[in-house]
C-alpha cells in the first residue's frame, strides 16, 4: 500500500498540483480572480466567472434572434471571452478539480492523437499527399470525443489505473489539486 501511496502521488499528486499552481497563478496574473486569498475565494470565482460566460451566451443568442447587435456587459463584470484558451477551455470542463483532471486527461488524450497521426506516415511527402477534407472532418470529430473523454475523466483513468486501492489516487490528486492552489495564493501574496 505504501508504493501505491508513492505511486499515485507521483503519477496524479504532483501532475495535477503543477498543472493547479500554473491555472491558479495566471488567472491572478491576468486578474482574473481579483481578491483571491484562499479556496472558497477561488471557488466563488469560478462560478463567477462561469455564470457570466453563460448569461452571455444567452444574451448573444438572444439578440441574434432579435438581430441586435453585441453584447454589453454590466459595471464590474468580466467578459469571459477575454480570457486566454487554456483558461476557457479549464472554464468549459466545469473548473476546480474536476476541470483540472478533465484539462490534463484532454492534454493526454489530445497529445496520444498528435502523436498516433503523425507516426502513420512514412515521411512528409506521404503527410502532404493524405490531406484532404476526409482528414479534417476526421480531426473535429476525433476533437469532440477527445472533449466527451476528458468530461468523463474518471472512467477515462478508472480503465487506466490498475490497482486494489483507487480511492488512494483520487485522495492524492485532490491533495495535489489544494497543494497547487494553496502555492499559488501563498505565492501572489508575496
Not at 453584447?71 to 468549459?92: A, D, I, T
Not at 478533465?102 to 498528435?114: D, N, Q, R, S
Not at 476533437?143 to 488512494?168: E, Q
Request: proline share 3%; charged share 20%.
Amino acid at each position: 500500500m505504501v508504493r501505491e501511496i508513492f505511486r499515485a502521488l507521483l503519477l496524479a499528486g504532483i501532475p495535477v498540483a503543477v498543472t493547479s499552481y500554473l491555472l491558479i497563478w495566471w488567472a491572478l496574473k491576468n486578474k482574473y480572480f481579483q481578491g483571491a486569498s484562499n479556496l472558497k475565494d477561488v471557488k466563488s470565482h469560478f462560478k463567477d466567472l462561469s455564470k457570466a460566460k453563460s448569461r452571455k451566451k444567452k444574451e448573444e443568442k438572444r439578440r441574434r434572434k432579435e438581430g441586435g447587435g453585441a453584447v454589453e456587459l454590466g459595471p464590474g463584470q468580466q467578459e469571459p471571452n477575454k480570457m486566454n484558451p487554456v483558461h476557457n477551455k479549464w472554464l468549459s470542463f466545469g473548473g476546480g478539480f474536476y476541470g483540472v483532471v478533465a484539462l490534463l486527461t484532454y492534454a493526454v488524450v489530445e497529445l496520444g492523437e498528435i502523436r498516433d497521426f503523425f507516426t502513420q506516415f512514412d515521411g512528409l511527402s506521404s503527410l502532404i499527399s493524405d490531406i484532404t477534407v476526409g482528414l479534417f472532418i476526421g480531426f473535429f470529430i476525433k476533437a469532440c470525443i477527445n472533449f466527451i473523454v476528458a468530461i468523463a475523466w474518471p472512467a477515462y483513468w478508472l480503465s487506466d489505473i490498475r490497482s486494489d486501492y483507487i480511492w488512494i489516487w483520487f485522495v492524492a490528486a485532490y491533495a495535489g489539486y489544494w497543494a497547487g492552489i494553496r502555492f499559488a495564493l501563498h505565492q501572489a501574496d508575496n
